[in-house]
């Protein structure tokens, strides 16, 4: 069964980075979809940033990511990296990758355990 390795969490100070990973235990399927996720406290899931598509993909980032989050993937590790930069107080979060991947007769959302970035002085 698939599962994802997601990394790259942490403690960050307001205007800094971090970089997430995320890494699909299994070769053997298409990646429809693949990108992060996360929920604040107090607040509903919500989508940060996603790849889909083939080739380059079609991306779709959330509002308050545009233009400092930056998702990218590689197809031949089947990993999906999200660079979070300007990093706000209002990033912190667990952050969840999912993937929409397609076997030989059954596609399935997969879901990361989630990571934790924080965000503060």
């Known amino acids: 069964q698939v599962q994802l390795v997601e990394s790259g969490g942490g403690l960050v100070h307001p205007g800094g980075s971090l970089r997430l990973s995320c890494a699909a235990s299994q070769s053997s399927f298409s990646i429809k979809a693949m990108g992060w996720y996360r929920r604040a406290p107090g607040k509903q899931r919500e989508l940060v940033a996603l790849?889909?598509?083939?080739?380059?993909?079609?991306?779709t980032y959330a509002d308050s990511a545009k233009g400092r989050f930056t998702i990218s993937r590689d197809n031949a590790k089947n990993t999906v990296t999200l660079q979070m930069n300007s990093l706000k107080p209002e990033d912190t979060a667990v952050y969840y990758c999912y993937a929409l991947l397609s076997g030989l007769i059954s596609v399935n959302p997969y879901w990361g355990q989630g990571t934790q970035v924080t965000v503060s002085s």
């Open positions: 790849l889909s598509g083939a080739g380059v993909g079609t991306t």
